[in-house]
């Protein structure tokens, strides 16, 4: 399935969470089997490109993904998890979101030595979560190798804040 057709399966939702956002909505993408399919084995195609060896999905439309893509790959998954979320002992860091701030955690014994990750979500607008994401992978003693995404807000800059942690974009938009 081509970029332009799974393109029209985000919606764009103006002034959600709050006023002067545009949501991105990847429901009617998950309602079409095949466009999904096709997502998850392009994404897949990526991290394996990357010599991924597990995967951190990032909480919460990155676990959809993650989790496909998981047993796709037949990868160990991690979840990158809002504060307070995880059972047991953790590292956090918190971040800036494009409207606030927040906080992401990881199982403190989540990694053997130097596990190569790859960082999944569905959406990456200031960077904030997926940064966030490769400090823990990297704190945790392991190597973040690439970040892949469904859609990339490029005018916001996320990608910059990855520094040399590669971002493999199916999409790339404007807020």
Same mark, same amino acid.
């Given at each position: 399935?081509?970029?332009?057709?799974? +393109?029209?399966?985000?919606?764009?939702?103006?002034?959600?969470?709050?006023?002067?956002?545009?949501?991105?909505?990847?429901?009617?993408?998950?309602?079409?089997?095949?466009?999904?399919?096709?997502?998850?084995?392009?994404? +897949?195609?990526?991290?394996?490109?990357?010599?991924?060896?597990?995967?951190?999905?990032?909480?919460?439309?990155?676990?959809?993904? &993650?989790?496909?893509?998981?047993?796709?790959?037949?990868?160990?998954?991690?979840?990158?998890?809002?504060?307070?979320?995880?059972?047991?002992?953790?590292?956090?860091?918190?971040?800036?979101?494009?409207?606030?701030?927040? &906080?992401?955690?990881?199982?403190?014994?989540?990694?053997?030595?130097?596990?190569?990750?790859?960082?999944?979500?569905?959406?990456?607008?200031?960077?904030?979560?997926?940064?966030?994401?490769?400090?823990?992978?990297?704190?945790?003693?392991?190597?973040?190798?690439?970040?892949?995404?469904?859609?990339?807000?490029? +005018?916001?800059?996320?990608?910059?804040?990855? &520094?040399?942690?590669?971002?493999?974009?199916?999409?790339?938009?404007?807020?």
């Amino acid at each position: 399935m081509d970029a332009k057709t799974i +393109s029209k399966l985000v919606r764009k939702v103006p002034d959600y969470p709050q006023p002067g956002v545009v949501f991105r909505d990847i429901t009617p993408l998950l309602a079409d089997a095949d466009a999904f399919a096709d997502v998850v084995e392009a994404m +897949s195609t990526r991290i394996e490109a990357h010599h991924a060896r597990a995967l951190v999905a990032l909480e919460a439309r990155g676990f959809l993904f &993650g989790a496909a893509i998981a047993s796709r790959l037949q990868m160990p998954l991690h979840l990158a998890r809002k504060p307070g979320k995880l059972p047991c002992e953790t590292v956090r860091r918190s971040y800036a979101l494009e409207y606030g701030e927040d &906080g992401l955690e990881l199982h403190a014994d989540a990694f053997a030595g130097d596990t190569r990750c790859a960082i999944v979500d569905d959406v990456l607008a200031t960077g904030g979560t997926a940064a966030a994401a490769a400090e823990l992978i990297s704190a945790l003693g392991a190597k973040p190798v690439c970040c892949v995404v469904l859609l990339e807000l490029e +005018s916001l800059g996320g990608r910059k804040r990855l &520094g040399e942690v590669p971002v493999e974009s199916l999409l790339i938009d404007e807020p």
